[in-house]
């Protein structure tokens, strides 16, 4: 059975295999709001912070990667969001905001998140990615995951914090 979470309290499913804690984070390849290519996951000797979310172009997803982008500063983690958004799009929401501790990137050429599990299969979100927060230690585990349940609400940023800082 699918993962699912909800859309304004109706489900949609997710496509794409269910990753958990203890799992081993898939590589996956992204662009950057310079058309690099960037792989996350997998083993990298350093803790990652993947954070997928829908659009930037929405206040929820702004909110949350203006969030993390500050809570995040100064610690020493490689650290992701990652929407469908075009690079361009991207490039504009990080020089407007001033987002400069994180990368953001894209999802649009290669759809690599779907091997999260990640990837929106139904409904008017189609094609897009759920908002979730993975951790990956520096040997490529995943040894944190938070699949946010409704799409319209913002991650826990604390809990989040608080897992980096204890494994840091």
């Known amino acids: 059975m699918a993962t699912t979470v909800n859309l304004k309290g109706n489900p949609v499913a997710l496509a794409g295999p269910e990753l958990n804690v203890g799992d081993k984070a898939p590589e996956a390849v992204v662009v950057a709001s310079d058309l690099s290519e960037k792989v996350i996951g997998g083993a ?29 500063a100064g610690l020493d983690v490689d650290v992701t969001v990652v929407s469908m958004d075009l690079p361009f799009a991207e490039k504009r929401f990080c020089e407007s905001y001033n987002i400069g501790n994180i990368t953001v990137a ?61 494994v840091l």
């Open 44 to 72: 990298k000797g350093k803790y990652q912070v993947i954070i997928t979310v829908p659009s930037l172009d929405t206040p929820v997803c702004e909110k949350e990667t203006k969030e993390f982008n500050e809570k995040l």
């Open 106 to 166: 894209s999802d649009f050429r290669y759809r690599d998140l779907e091997k999260y599990g990640v990837l929106i299969a139904e409904g008017a979100l189609k094609g897009i990615l759920a908002r979730a927060v993975f951790i990956v230690d520096p040997n490529g585990n995943v040894c944190y995951k938070q699949l946010v349940p409704e799409i319209t609400e913002e991650p826990n940023y604390d809990e989040v914090v608080n897992t980096l800082k204890a």
